[in-house]
């Protein structure tokens, strides 16, 4: 799977592992990632094409837009089933799981490039939390000039 993200551009991959909210007794999982990906987007309403592109005829796709201090985003999300056909062990069985994945897009200035930021659990029960962790991801998104100074550059050598 890892290999999948990196070649579709992925940037940044974590996953979190922590007690359940819903139900303490149990663990709860996330993968996060950060993808960039080359994309066309110099059209007036760019990201109107992209989501009509992802929409899909059955609704079980949500597609919307929402405003992040780096810009106008496309929000995606949907639950999917996922069917393996071994366990973890190798054995030949088949396993049905549910799978909830978001996703914020986000054009960089200037429509070559476009980030997406996504999230995927099986943990259902802890889905809100998931969402709220991406949307915080979302708002600490800024694209800087790679000509200005960051603090980083500033502090660097400390």
Not at 6 to 20: D, E, F, I, K, P
Not at 33 to 40: G, Q
Not at 57 to 86: H, S, T
Not at 132 to 158: E, Q, R
Request: neutral net charge; charged residues 20%.
């Amino acid at each position: 799977m890892l290999s999948q993200l990196l070649n579709q551009g992925a940037v940044y991959v974590g996953h979190c592992v922590a007690r359940s909210d819903a139900d303490p007794s149990k663990l709860t999982t996330s993968q996060f990632s950060i993808l960039v990906k080359e994309a066309d987007l110099s059209a007036h309403r760019p990201l109107a094409a992209v989501a009509s592109a992802l929409r899909q005829p059955d609704g079980r796709r949500k597609v919307g837009f929402a405003d992040y201090p780096a810009g106008e985003a496309l929000v995606v999300g949907e639950e999917v089933e996922v069917r393996l056909p071994v366990s973890v062990t190798g054995k030949s069985v088949e396993n049905v799981h549910r799978v909830r994945q978001a996703q914020v897009i986000l054009p960089f200035p200037g429509g070559r490039r476009m980030a997406v930021l996504g999230v995927s659990s099986e943990s259902l029960d802890d889905w809100e939390h998931y969402v709220s962790m991406l949307n915080g991801i979302a708002t600490s998104v800024s694209f800087t000039d790679p000509a200005k100074k960051s603090i980083g550059d500033l502090l660097a050598g400390l």
